[in-house]
């Protein structure tokens, strides 16, 4: 046995191993399951739901659960697209997201999974909470109105730099990011070159200095729709079949 | 912080090996003797326990009962659910206020009384409720608000003002609560007399491989609600690679409306702890834990008194009845106010010391639980019940019940009738035999299985308690026709939303969401299309939220949508002005009108 086993989804079969997510076995396989939370090279998470596909018609979250042999995977289908709009909504109305002028924009995975779904507006209403700024810190700038609470930056630092800078305190819908440190970011550990700072999906965590270094226009998904660069491996794929 | 203050907190961190594991212990104490966990003293328990700060930030900051700000030497908490609010607690918590001089939520200048809400502390059989400085106190009245005030202000102890306590062992020395069982119907299963070691004697004389068989056989299902069946649970704990098994209990019993735990602590804890023991028994456990809900507090040292008999009656401890290698015994860890600690897997992280979030599935718990192990986490009840099948035999309980449904169900009923309390009953039994054993046949509405169950009308009173039907933890909410329906709704989203863990987007923002929208019904500023709204937003919420809480919190809304339709009609009326109900002009232009110092144009006619 080779650990290889086949699953189904939308009707495409693809190839899979033993031990791998849903959600990596699509992305080798060149389908684009749309995510917030999980980055390549950090532990999952499964916490902001984008990601939910049906596995045998049970919701269940891409990036935690792990291929079995026979799994029939639903990912594109209006029922799941409509979860996902909601969801993408409830991330900006909770929030303060000001991408006209956020210096993230066309780099931001928030705004490009919402313009890949095509939202134009949130269905929900906005909370407009009053969230804290924290510039203390030489190199970077952390912004708490724009933070989706993913906890990308939490594991990049365990995992990555081999830290804890970051952490969530609170619960519910007060929960928040914050710092180890007993007042602010400076007290902290975090270096600029941190694999923390770039870990950020959104305009929260910015390095100073670089905000326009690659200007409107020729950033990540000005051209090019989120999820371009999995699919475009399944058509290197396909043309080598 | 000083030195000393320092080492005190060093000396408490020591007393738990200065394992982070413990840091719920630590902080509880560290609490406890300060009055709260002020930010140097994270620092000082980050220290000694060899972790960052900021992880002990997080879990003060997670527990209802922790906090980073100075607490009065007094804390009252006043529980605030829907049944203590239909019987007073509005009134009560007004007699405080004037008593003390502050609003809910504050402290006294004089650092004397906090006062505050909490949800559900499993007193609905005997409200309005409260818990002072770890003190029950029942049936509440503004007069007894006011005398409780006199007595703090004139420095004694709150607890000393009380000479009256409860039946059956909350009469107990080391109870000593004035919290009554209200135990209506006994049983066979949990509420029989039991003698100690009846079950452990028996489950000794065969092998763990045969007492999972017996489990099996019973078909008992979990009791906390999820009815997954506990012999194939153990049977996987066993089963899974481990160096260690852990049992643990579940006695966060926090689903409001629910208080039969209350019941088995203080009146059946030998057969609960015989339960442990022998699931110990059977999957191969060396340890078990009791998550005891921080509300249950006072039942604390008597429980520790229960197990140190156990310990001297070779129930526990090393080689158990003289079997040679069973070695088990049973720690008590001390929740702090979360109700989503209930959730297995918070439970587990709980126990952990860390925040109490849930953990991604896989792995389950059976495969790795507490601090990587093969555990089994089990009901209160579930434990009770097994160890009886133990005791009496697969074939006594199957007898009992329904088809689907083996053995008995205690059901914590109150609200609007004539006899709330604890009721041990069969399986099968209908809403309405249960409403006239209650007295509360002019019921309109019916909760069944807490907020997180159904809410159901008249018109569906015949369905019947079990797992097939009507699948319930244990809590039964009765409301009679003068209740408002939207507003139950309204307050279970509201403890939703504050008990959300807040680790998935769906939970919560979605919770927030629900509850703001519903309020906007009832505020006579709903449009026929916030109804579709709040279904398709229930559903998303129930299909991506990651654990139990939030795949049921919409329930509440979809029940009521969906059985009091007429309600929500009512509410949202049709204006002939054209103007969209949701918006208010006047409330949208007043912060204008305030700057600018006069009334907008349209209004001054």
């Known amino acids: ?149 993913c906890g990308r930056c939490v594991r990049a630092s365990q995992e990555l730099d081999n830290k804890n800078v970051f952490q969530f305190v609170g619960r519910g819908i007060h929960k928040r990011l914050t710092f180890n440190a007993p007042n602010n970011l400076s007290q902290t550990d975090l270096a600029g070159i941190d694999k923390a700072v770039d870990s950020c999906p959104v305009g929260a965590i910015l390095r100073k200095g670089t905000a326009f270094s690659v200007p409107i226009g020729q950033r990540l998904y000005d051209n090019e729709p989120i999820g371009s660069e999995i699919e475009s491996g399944r058509r290197t794929n396909d043309r080598q079949v | 912080m000083t030195e000393k203050q320092a080492e005190q907190i060093r000396k408490i961190c020591q007393d738990y090996g200065g394992d982070k594991h413990r840091m719920m212990d630590i902080v509880r104490e560290v609490h406890a003797q300060f009055g709260c966990v002020s930010r140097p003293a994270m620092g000082w328990i980050a220290e000694a326990t060899s972790t960052h700060r900021v992880e002990v930030e997080s879990v003060v900051s997670f527990y209802a009962f922790f906090s980073e700000k100075p607490q009065g030497r007094n804390v009252i908490r006043l529980c605030n659910d829907v049944i203590d609010r239909m019987f007073g607690a509005d009134r009560v918590a007004q007699a405080f206020e004037e008593a003390f001089g502050i609003r809910v939520g504050e402290t006294t200048p004089d650092g004397l009384v906090t006062l505050q809400y909490t949800p559900c502390i499993g007193m609905c059989d005997q409200p309005p409720a409260a818990i002072i400085n770890d003190q029950i106190v029942t049936w509440l009245s503004t007069d007894a608000a006011r005398h409780i005030a006199e007595v703090i202000k004139s420095g004694k102890k709150v607890f000393e003002a009380w000479q009256s306590v409860g039946d059956g062992n909350n009469a107990h020395p080391l109870v000593h609560a004035m919290v009554h069982n209200n135990i209506r119907k006994r049983g066979p299963v949990i509420f029989d007399a039991f003698t100690s070691g009846a079950a452990l004697s028996k489950a000794v004389a065969v092998s763990p491989v045969e007492i999972i068989k017996v489990i099996k056989a019973s078909r008992l299902r979990g009791r906390g609600g999820a009815g997954f069946p506990t012999g194939m649970k153990w049977e996987f704990t066993r089963g899974a690679p481990g160096a260690q098994k852990y049992i643990i209990c579940n006695a966060d019993e926090g689903e409001p409306g629910t208080f039969k735990d209350r019941a088995i602590l203080t009146e059946m804890p030998d057969l609960l702890f015989e339960g442990m023991t022998v699931g110990g028994y059977a999957i191969g456990a060396k340890e078990g834990i009791l998550y005891l809900r921080g509300e249950y507090t006072y039942l604390l040292n008597y429980l520790e008194d229960v197990l140190a008999k156990r310990r001297q009656a070779n129930l526990l401890g090393q080689g158990i009845l003289g079997v040679p290698n069973f070695d088990f015994d049973i720690r008590i860890q001390m929740g702090a106010g979360a109700y989503i600690c209930g959730e297995e897997t918070a439970l587990i992280s709980s126990c952990e010391g860390t925040r109490g979030d849930p953990k991604n599935r896989p792995p389950f718990p059976a495969q790795q639980g507490y601090l990587g192990f093969p555990t089994a986490v089990n009901n209160v009840e579930t434990l009770c019940a097994a160890a009886r099948i133990v005791d009496k035999g697969s074939t006594w309980f199957a007898a009992q019940g329904s088809a689907g449904s083996s053995g008995a169900k205690l059901l914590s009923i109150s609200g609007d009738c004539k006899a709330p309390g604890i009721y041990e009953l069969p399986f099968g039994i209908s809403v309405n035999e249960m409403l006239a054993m209650v007295g509360g046949e002019d019921a309109a509405a019916v909760l069944v299985g807490g907020p997180s169950g159904q809410i159901i009308s008249r018109a569906e009173f015949q369905r019947t308690i079990c797992y097939d039907d009507l699948g319930t933890g244990g809590a039964v909410m009765v409301f009679g026709a003068h209740r408002d329906i939207l507003a139950i709704a309204a307050e279970f989203m509201a403890f939703f939303e504050e008990e959300s863990c807040g680790y998935c987007t769906t939970c919560r923002v979605g919770n927030t969401i629900l509850k703001n929208r519903l309020q906007r019904i009832i505020d006579g500023k709903g449009q026929m299309g916030d109804l579709a709204y709040l279904e398709h937003t229930a559903h998303t919420i129930k299909a991506l939220s990651r654990c139990g809480l939030g795949q049921t919190s919409p329930n509440p809304i979809l029940s009521t949508l969906k059985n009091f339709r007429d309600e929500y009609e009512k509410r949202i009326t049709a204006k002939d002005d054209g103007m969209q109900p949701a918006f208010d002009i006047a409330q949208a232009l007043s912060k204008t009108e305030e700057i600018v110092g006069r009334k907008s144009t349209h209004r001054q006619a």
């Open chain 1, 1 to 149: 046995m080779s650990g290889k086993i086949t699953l189904i989804i939308d009707g495409q079969e693809i190839e899979a191993e033993i031990g791998q997510t849903i959600l990596d076995a699509a992305d080798a396989a060149g389908v684009y399951i749309p995510r917030l939370c999980a980055m390549k090279g950090l532990s999952p998470h499964g916490s902001c739901r984008v990601c939910t596909v049906h596995v045998n018609g049970r919701p269940q979250a891409a990036c935690t659960q792990p291929v079995a042999p026979g799994m029939s995977i639903e990912n594109e289908t209006p029922e799941l697209k409509a979860h996902r709009v909601s969801v993408i909504d409830m991330l900006f109305v909770e929030g303060n997201h000001y991408c006209m002028f956020c210096e993230k924009s066309g780099n931001c995975e928030l705004q490009a999974v919402a313009y890949r779904l095509g939202i134009l507006a949130p269905q929900h209403d906005y909370m407009f909470p009053c969230r804290g700024v924290d510039a203390s810190h030489p190199e970077v700038f952390i912004d708490g109105n724009r933070c989706i609470l």
